[in-house]
């Protein structure tokens, strides 16, 4: 099977700035636990803060570039992955570029010359995440960079695209463009709920986009936000999942799958109004470093399968040992090679 940028990403690159901290300063910032936010003005202060009384780790971040990057890492060919978002024209900026050259994604960004590159501060407590981001130039993405011919070439190439529900906040227009494109051509399209706060604020733009999303990733936070915004009176996620498979689709040519994680239970995957349920590989607590990157890390190892046409069991196995590895490192990163088999 031809590899070559089969896998395309789209959406918010952000330096991670990552850094163990205190319950006194998760307070003070009113951050909690397990949770993903855009930054508010209270919040900006504490980006400094991080950078400079605590030890932090710097990491290519970003949902979707997150997932892209792990899924490079599982396939271990060397052009089977493309990604595309904004940066600043900054030393993070620069930063960002190196470390995911480095990865073997070929990125594509777009360079904002008015706005610092996004950051996304990760508070990590007993190995547990919060995140907070302030998109500055991921906010900037343009849809004309999208369209220009050695972009548009990338989105012709890919089989399989991704993007995180984040996108949603900065470039629907763009979404709607490979969407429409992935369901003329027979093109898997994925995306995931990413947040409570995207299934709450930017439903209008979640459901324009639903009926051409062949595989919905979620947790199960996410999926009982999105059951209650639209009345469905059950917060039980395997009936969830269930019913947000059966939504509309705008192509009949794939089916759509929604895969739902819950932390250390079963991952629920619902098709054709059934649901089947696959075990985690548990950690003992004192491995569990952190958090950040698991779900992301999950849909890589999903998607490094799943573009190999491998079975959904092979896809959650891989999306599960992907996620098994990240939670003991810090931030969203791997050894060299994987030893998935």
């Not at 501060?121 to 302030?134: F, H, K, M, P, Y």
């Not at 706060?197 to 733009?205: G, Y």
């Not at 004192?286 to 999950?298: H, I, P, R, S, Y």
Request: net charge negative; charged share 25%; proline share 4%.
């Amino acid at each position: 099977m031809a590899y070559e940028r089969i896998l395309l990403g789209m959406g918010n690159p952000l330096l991670d700035i990552s850094a163990v901290v205190d319950e006194d300063f998760l307070n003070r910032y009113d951050i909690k636990l397990n949770n993903a936010i855009l930054a508010e003005e209270k919040h900006l202060p504490m980006y400094e803060e991080l950078a400079t009384k605590y030890n932090v780790d710097y990491i290519a971040g970003g949902a979707t570039q997150n997932t892209i990057r792990v899924a490079q890492w599982m396939l271990q060919n060397p052009s089977a992955t493309s990604y595309m978002g904004s940066i600043g024209k900054d030393k993070f900026g620069e930063e960002m570029k190196k470390n995911s050259k480095a990865g073997g994604v070929n990125v594509q960004y777009y360079e904002d010359e008015t706005a610092p590159t996004g950051t996304c501060a990760v508070c990590v407590v007993g190995g547990e995440r919060s995140l907070i981001a302030n998109l500055s130039a991921a906010n900037c993405y343009k849809s004309e960079h999208l369209k220009r011919p050695e972009n548009w070439a990338l989105v012709e190439k890919a089989k399989y695209i991704y993007i995180a529900g984040f996108f949603l906040t900065v470039s629907p227009e763009s979404i709607q463009l490979v969407a429409e494109h992935a369901a003329a051509h027979n093109k898997v399209f994925s995306m995931n709920l990413s947040a409570p706060f995207i299934c709450e604020f930017f439903r209008d733009a979640q459901e324009k986009a639903l009926p051409y999303v062949d595989y919905i990733f979620g947790n199960e936070t996410e999926a009982r936000t999105f059951s209650k915004v639209r009345g469905w009176e059950t917060e039980n996620v395997e009936e969830i999942a269930v019913k947000i498979s059966a939504l509309p689709k705008a192509s009949g040519t794939h089916k759509r799958i929604t895969v739902i994680t819950q932390g250390s239970d079963p991952v629920v995957v619902a098709e054709d109004g059934k649901v089947k349920l696959f075990p985690v590989i548990l950690l003992p607590k004192e491995k569990l470093v952190d958090t950040n990157g698991a779900g992301d890390a999950f849909v890589g190892g999903f998607l490094s399968q799943l573009v190999q046409e491998k079975s959904i069991e092979e896809c959650v196995r891989a999306g599960c040992y992907a996620a098994n590895v990240i939670i003991q490192r810090s931030g969203c990163t791997y050894p060299e090679k994987p030893d998935f088999n």
